[in-house]
T-cell receptor
Framework: DAMVIQNPRYQVTQFGKPVTLSCSQT?????MYWYQQKSSQAPKLLFH???????NEADTPDNFQSRRPNTSFCFLDIRSPGLGDAAMYLC???????????????FGPGTRLLVL | EDKVVQSPLSLVVHEGDTVTLNCSYE??????LLWYKQEKKAPTFLFML????IEKKSGRLSSILDKKELFSILNITATQTGDSAVYLC????????????FGTGTRLKVLA
């Protein structure tokens, strides 16, 4: 089945130790997103890729970086995790703008990050 | 600043009750509004609304959009314990890019 996959599902890291979260999709969607969701809060968009075009949100800390080496994969790098970065990180995809249903986002299961 | 506001923040009902969840928005360039259900995992898509006054239905769930008054409602009839979840309202609100803004959600708990 076509889907959005995130690995790992749970990640424990130490304060200041770089960590990479991965997302892959078999939907062949043009757009991929990374959201941060803290407990009892709405998902907050960090950045998104439209194909290779990277779009960073103005309030996304510099500590967060992303890479999209090809259509299927997208990575979230946290260079120096702080305690406040503990959250669920959600990856989502959508089709290119313009087509029917293009605005629907499909979410992966998320990676829960714990910072010690 | 674009924003999405959901109410109530939380709701507790008994099985069989009907609930109405509200989502209001202030946006500069409305495209569409989406409803998601989130249990203890990633959000799952429920509805996408683009046109005013056209109800979308899926089983016991239905939703409608009012673009003049800038709000949407999600109705759940004959609620079941499996409907317990956080219901998120979101939309792509940006000229030319797919920036999605989510509301803080309504936490629904259905008691047996």
């Amino acid at each position: 089945d076509a889907m959005v996959i995130q690995n790992p599902r749970y990640q424990v890291t130490q304060f200041g130790k770089p960590v990479t979260l991965s997302c892959s999709q078999t939907l062949n969607h043009n757009v991929m997103y990374w959201y941060q969701q803290k407990s009892s809060q709405a998902p907050k968009l960090l950045f998104h890729y439209y194909d290779k075009d990277f779009n960073n949100e103005a309030d996304t800390p510099d500590n967060f970086q992303s890479r999209r080496p090809n259509t299927s994969f997208c990575f979230l790098d946290i260079r120096s995790p702080g305690l406040g970065d503990a959250a669920m990180y959600l990856c989502a995809t959508s089709r290119a703008p313009g087509g029917a249903g293009a605005e629907t986002q499909y979410f992966g299961p998320g990676t829960r990050l714990l910072v010690l | 600043e674009d924003k999405v506001v959901q109410s109530p923040l939380s709701l507790v009902v008994h099985e069989g009750d009907t609930v109405t969840l509200n989502c209001s928005y202030e946006v500069t360039n409305f495209r569409s509004l989406l409803w998601y259900k989130q249990e203890k995992k990633a959000p799952t898509f429920l509805f996408m609304l683009t046109s005013s006054g056209i109800e979308k239905k899926s089983g016991r769930l239905s939703s409608i959009l009012d673009k003049k008054e800038l709000f949407s409602i999600l109705n759940i009839t004959a609620t079941q314990t499996g409907d317990s979840a956080v219901y998120l309202c979101a939309g792509p609100f940006s000229s030319g890019t797919y920036k999605y803004i989510f509301g803080t959600g309504t936490r629904l708990k259905v008691l047996a």
